[in-house]
């Protein structure tokens, strides 16, 4: 079956710009995960979905980034007024639920002028 | 923040050798898991060890975990050139929902 897909693969934007990045899940799981890797380093955690709800933002820089996913698959993850320490690939992941394997999209690379 | 330390940063091996790379924790956790990666963009997952399991094996892979010491082991046998990528270990913490990844091993295998 389709694996996590992301949208945009690249995102190239100027400072100060709004940007919207999209995760589409695997059908049926109910968890949702965004990440953010900077080059050289691990994925951090940004924000966790159970269903529709952010079961835990605590990952989110800082009030410049929002994530919604209104009907519990579709996520979008909103960055305003960019900033070029922004720049990272931005991934998704999804799961069955909470505590098993997560499943990564391929990610966005963003790059802000 | 990110915890955990992947040692060592990076591996040289040749082709049909093994590579082994260490992951240390510091909380406790319901599961470890290791990733690949490769060019920077999609993770693979591996395998998931859970905190009452001391060894398991998929393929060529190899992981363990102790968890009196805080810490785990990946060991790829037979090594490949498709082997070439980043191996990341990833905490899943008890009492958390998200993973908590290491800065990962850089493995390069030479034909």
């Known amino acids: 079956g389709a694996g996590v897909s992301q949208t945009p693969s690249n995102k190239v934007t100027e400072k100060g710009k709004y940007v919207e990045l999209r995760c589409d899940p695997i059908?049926?799981?109910?968890?949702l995960y965004w990440y953010r890797q900077s080059l050289g380093q691990g994925p951090e955690f940004l924000i966790y979905?159970?269903?529709?709800?952010?079961?835990?933002d605590s990952g989110l820089p800082n009030d410049r980034f929002f994530a919604v996913r209104p009907e519990g698959s579709v996520s979008t993850l909103k960055i305003q007024r960019t900033e070029r320490g922004d720049s990272a690939v931005y991934l998704c992941?999804?799961?069955?639920?909470?505590?098993?394997?997560?499943?990564f999209g391929p990610g966005t690379r963003l790059t802000v002028l | 923040s990110q915890q955990g330390e992947e040692d060592p940063q990076a591996l040289s091996i040749q082709e049909g050798e093994n590579a082994t790379m260490n992951c240390s924790y510091k909380t406790s956790i319901n599961n470890l898991q290791w990733y690949r990666q490769n060019s920077g963009r999609g993770l693979v997952h591996l395998i998931l060890?859970?905190?009452?399991?001391r060894e398991k094996h998929s393929g060529r892979l190899r992981v363990t975990l102790d968890t009196s010491k805080k810490s785990s082991s990946l060991l790829i046998t037979a090594s490949r050139a498709a082997d070439t990528a980043s191996y990341f270990c990833?905490?899943?913490?008890?009492?958390?929902?998200?993973?908590?990844f290491g800065a990962g091993t850089t493995v390069t295998v030479r034909a």
């Open positions: 992941a999804s799961s069955t639920e909470s505590g098993n394997e997560q499943f």
């Open positions: 059908s049926g799981h109910t968890a």
């Open positions: 060890i859970r905190s009452n399991e």
């Open positions: 990833a905490e899943d913490r008890s009492n958390d929902y998200k993973l908590s």
């Open positions: 979905f159970q269903g529709t709800g952010a079961a835990d």
